[in-house]
Nanobody
Framework: QVQLVESGGGLVQPGGSLRLSCTAS????????MSWYRQAPGKQRELVAV???????NYADSVKGRFTISRDNAKNTVYLQMNSLKPEDTAVYYC?????????????WGQGTQVTVSS
């Protein structure tokens, strides 16, 4: 079984920074992509950032220039550095990993971590 554990959420003032981490453990043969999603109350879950196996990244327009996704392949960990945070960034942030384990390729979700941007 594969487990994803997130950390790094919390309360921060507008303009502040947070760094989210997500570590995958278990039987993992390879990772195809690692992503961060977020969901605010009453809204659909939206894709924030993606990093694929080759290292290419993509970001939602709302976070370009402020957020950076990165990975540590040796640790099976993905990070989201969040700078210049705004109140509209408030949401539960979820890690998503597409990987190959026993059986077919599958997608796994982290437990979610709350990010609140408020003065």
């Amino acid at each position: 079984q594969v487990q994803l554990v997130e950390s790094g959420g919390g309360l921060v003032q507008p303009g502040g920074s947070l760094r989210l981490s997500c570590t995958a453990s278990g039987t993992i043969f390879s990772i195809n992509a690692m992503s961060w999603y977020r969901q605010a109350p009453g809204k659909q879950r939206e894709l924030v950032a993606v990093i694929v196996s080759g290292g290419s990244t993509n970001y939602a327009d709302s976070v370009k220039g402020r957020f950076t996704i990165s990975r540590d392949n040796a640790k099976n960990t993905v990070y989201l550095q969040m700078n210049s945070l705004k109140p509209e960034d408030t949401a539960v942030y979820y890690c998503n990993v597409n990987l190959h384990t026993w059986g077919p390729v599958a997608t796994y979700w982290g437990q979610g971590t709350q990010v609140t941007v408020s003065s």
